[in-house]
């Protein structure tokens, strides 16, 4: 491992990861598989404005018809945040039942 206060963020970032990987592997998988469906909602909004291209080529941007992808995305993304926040206190809950508290 290596000291946290090293003033490189990217340093920081390193040794996070390398504990992770070490220490908790089970919580690192989850976080990853977890981070890949932002994808998703990133998607969404990346493809709203071909679809409505391809729909009306030659009329003004038609907002109506971008407008449910957009709501889906901020929709499957504040999903994803509270799927993400929950787990995330539970899997903490559960760190702190086995481990006890951090010390100071």
Known sequence: MGDWNTGSLRASVRIYNDHLRTIHPEFRHWKRKLSATY?????????????????????????????????????????????????????RGQWLKEHGQPLP
Do not use: D, K
């Open 39 to 91: 994808t998703i909602p990133i998607l969404l909004l990346l493809v709203s404005v071909p679809v409505e291209a391809w729909l009306y080529p030659t009329s003004s941007f038609n907002f109506y018809v971008v407008l449910p992808f957009w709501f889906a995305a901020l929709f499957i993304g504040l999903v994803i945040i509270s799927v993400r926040g929950r787990a995330t206190r539970r899997y």
